[in-house]
């Protein structure tokens, strides 16, 4: 359930990040309002599921990366931003992160 709770964290977060650059400088009240409700939301079930004894540094890492990773590709797919080999490649690299800190975490 933790980890149900995380990924819908991530999923607010990124619709929030996203209604933060269609609010163009929070001048679009409908995407103002749905940028302050998706972190708020975030927050929320980041809380509950760090509440359920998911580990504060994983599920934050995850949180972040998955929600860094997940920008890169809306921005590049549907903001016309660029997406380089260097991007790629921090994309990666922040997986690669992820990964390493959950293998950590098991005994």
Partial sequence: MAWLLLALAIICEVTA????KLSNG????GWTVTTALGYIASFALLAQALKLHLEMGTAYAVWAGAGTAA???IGAAFMGETLTLHKIGGILLIITGVVILNLAGTH
């Fill in 17 to 20: 990040t996203t209604a933060l």
């Fill in 26 to 29: 929070f001048t679009n009240p």
């Fill in 71 to 73: 920008i890169a590709l």
